[in-house]
């Protein structure tokens, strides 16, 4: 029989055949190492870092993000771009730096709900950003890939994977690339773009990428490192 515990689901494997009773006896016998991993679990922070003077990379920059009540009806994003100091509570003094996103909340949300409407409405910013920035970019690397081609791109809400490219041409991005470099955005829809050509990742597709981008190579690792202290 097999054990695991993934977030605060206890997960056991055991063949079909196998009495209720002895699954019991089995997972009580590990019983405390399985209390602990719920614990571990459980306090773990789960804090958004769409949070309140918390920091997000946009275009591979840090952007503070500050929170005020408004009259709004919605959460509103906006991105600004100059320097800038604000008292968030006093006496924070928040230096946001030069860019950095103004969020407007109607008055009356609170705590967990507001932290999460916050979230919401970021997370609709990137997206609609990334519809611009990600289609200019395949626009821009086409000629250099697969020139004749006509993909269409959409935009994804994969945690796992900056891209992917299915068979019938349609390459789909995460709205996260847009926390990256402009250039790693580039490299991504290179990337997508070379699986017209070649679907899988053999030595063809690579000599098709770093045909179309020498450096492919070193972007790929740097966006690999990235890729470890990014909001997910
Ligand atoms: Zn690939």
């Known amino acids: 029989m097999g054990l695991r515990v993934l977030g605060g689901i206890v997960e056991v494997r055991a063949p079909v055949r196998i009495s209720q009773r002895r699954v019991r006896e089995f997972v009580q016998a590990k019983g405390s190492w399985v209390v602990d991993k719920l614990i571990e679990h459980r306090e773990r922070p789960k804090i958004s870092p769409f949070g309140y003077g918390e920091s997000v990379p946009y275009l591979g920059r840090k952007a503070a993000i500050t929170i005020e009540p408004g009259p709004v009806e919605a959460v509103a994003v906006s991105l600004h771009d100059e320097d800038c100091n604000v008292f968030v509570e006093e006496p924070d003094l928040i230096y946001l730096g030069r860019w950095h996103f103004h969020v407007t909340a109607p008055l009356g949300i609170e705590g967990d709900s507001l932290r999460e409407s916050v979230r919401e409405a970021l997370v609709a ?5 990334a519809t611009e920035v990600i289609q200019q ?13 006509k993909p269409v791109v ?4 994969a945690r796992a994977q900056w891209g992917s490219c299915s068979s019938d041409g349609v ?27 070649v679907r899988n990742h053999s030595k063809a597709f690579w000599r098709v990428v770093t045909k179309a981008m020498p450096s492919a190579l070193d972007i790929r690792r740097g966006i690999t490192r990235a ?3 990014l909001p997910r």
């Open 125 to 129: 910013w990137y997206r609609a950003q």
């Open 137 to 149: 970019a395949v626009d821009e690397c086409k000629p250099l890939v697969a020139p004749r081609a």
């Open 154 to 157: 959409r935009i994804s809400n």
């Open 171 to 197: 390459l789909r991005f995460s709205w996260r690339c847009l926390m990256l470099d402009p250039y790693e955005i580039e490299y991504i829809a290179v990337h997508e773009l070379a699986h017209l050509k």
């Open 227 to 229: 890729s470890r202290t």
